[in-house]
């Protein structure tokens, strides 16, 4: 569901062919201003949907009700680090 890149899956860079590669070199990977950019991105939204969710969970958990997710399902949205994807609620 979310097409934004991850560190994870950006493509990895080889090095040229009859060079000696360290350890180092290889797990090194070169990414673009505008990648780094979306993943950060990326991070504040899922830090707002989360918050924004814990609010609503505490002021009106009826509204979570409503929505559909169960509590233990929101629960565990809220309870997720910043990195981690999203499981559709």
């Known amino acids: 569901m979310n097409t934004t890149p991850t560190l994870a899956s950006a493509p990895h860079q080889a090095a040229p062919p009859r060079t000696h590669v360290t350890p180092a070199d290889v797990s090194r990977r070169h990414y673009s201003l505008a990648t780094l950019r979306s993943i950060v991105a990326t991070w504040r939204w899922r830090t707002r949907f989360r918050g924004d969710l814990e609010q609503r969970?505490?002021?009106?958990?009826h509204l979570i009700d409503d929505i559909g997710p169960t509590r233990p399902q929101v629960e565990a949205e809220i309870a997720k680090p910043f990195w981690q994807v999203s499981n559709p609620l």
């Open 57 to 61: 969970l505490k002021g009106d958990p």
